[in-house]
């Protein structure tokens, strides 16, 4: 129901707006009443003014209001009725536009050549611009997902076995896991060498596990769980794990026990003066 009535209250005070506005400009516009002579004949001219206000859009444009007229919709708000604004100065946007287009009655395609080398230069720009910013972005993150300076100086780690004593094991620490060196004896490269492989529960000869007969570098991590082995001890005189009782020879190679695989061994190399790096 109150929508009803603001509907019906909404067309009223537009039909008040219109009807004011109208008044007034009829007030303003109205002429002054030609007096005609009596009609006793039809014979008679009627006698016109002698002047009369063509209607043309610029002489009706001066019969519009002036000022700012308010017309009021209700007993609380107005409304302002603002005219076209003609003394509004356009500015001059010729400093900024480009000087091959200057020109507003010349065609496009005459300088055309002109904005394609425009379009060319920028896009050039614009590309090689964020070619450079992906190329920043993209070492900052590879230089922080990077491993650190401390991390990539344990990643590699140098022994000299040439101060390993023959028949002896070092034990070195290489990426928190321990590194087995051993330096064989000549009777332990013959006995591993003539193994019969088919004994074997992981078949690998000798010669596949070393670069050098005389060196055997092998991860000390037991493959059945990951225990530590010990170090010339087992049935084998090789390695052997107390904890479930596996036994590797002389080569690494698993032998008796509970373990799957012979031990791993790390990726290494051997120069000519016998410096052994790993990693």
Request: hydrophobic share 35%.
């Amino acid at each position: 129901m109150s929508s009803l009535a603001l509907s019906r209250l909404s067309s009223f005070t537009n039909s008040a707006t219109t009807y004011v506005v109208l008044a007034a400009t009829n007030k303003l516009t109205a002429k002054p009443a030609v007096p005609l002579p009596d009609d006793h004949s039809h014979d008679d001219h009627i006698s016109l003014p002698d002047s009369f206000r063509p209607m043309t859009s610029s002489s009706l444009g001066k019969t519009l209001l002036a000022g700012n007229l308010k017309v009021t919709n209700s007993f609380s708000k107005s409304v302002q009725m603002r005219h076209s604004h003609t003394d509004i100065k356009i500015p001059d946007f010729s400093e900024y536009r480009a000087s091959y287009s200057e020109n507003p009655s010349q065609h496009s395609r005459d300088v055309a050549d002109d904005k394609k080398t425009f379009s060319y230069i920028s896009t050039f720009g614009v590309g090689l611009a964020t070619a450079y910013g992906a190329k920043a972005i993209v070492r900052d993150i590879v230089a922080n997902v990077a491993p650190s300076a401390d991390v990539l100086a344990l990643a590699k780690i140098e022994v000299k076995l040439s101060e390993i004593p023959e028949g002896k094991n070092l034990t070195v620490k290489w990426r928190s896991k321990p590194l087995f060196i051993r330096h064989r004896t000549q009777a332990e490269i013959e006995r591993e060498r003539a193994v019969d492989l088919t004994t074997l529960r992981d078949p690998q000869t000798d010669d596949v596990r070393v670069q050098k007969p005389e060196y055997l570098v092998l991860l000390g991590i037991c493959t059945h769980l990951g225990c530590v082995p010990l170090a010339n001890q087992g049935d084998f005189n090789g390695y052997f794990c107390p904890c479930h009782g596996s036994h590797y020879d002389a080569s690494g190679r698993i032998r008796k026990g509970p373990a799957p695989l012979n031990l791993e061994i790390p990726p290494y190399t051997i120069t000519d003066d016998d410096l052994l790096i790993v990693g």
